[in-house]
């Protein structure tokens, strides 16, 4: 496996996921919250993006 780098924390892991809203690939603990739409779609949005609220109430009426 690839060593990536978070491009919000800076943190060097194994596993990143790509926000929904800005884009960037974020790991673990940098993500808030994670949903799976349908079976093969996982929508994630990170903490920066949890805290705007336009983006929080769009994350939340995904389904």
Do not use: L, P, Q, W
């Amino acid at each position: 496996m690839m060593i990536k780098r978070c491009e919000r924390c800076g943190r060097e892991t194994h596993f990143v996921e790509k926000c929904a809203f800005c884009n960037k690939y974020v790991c673990r603990s940098c993500e808030h919250a994670a949903k799976n739409i349908r079976k093969v779609r996982r929508i994630v949005i990170c903490k920066t993006c949890f805290g705007d609220a336009a983006k929080m109430k769009k994350y939340e009426n995904m389904k």
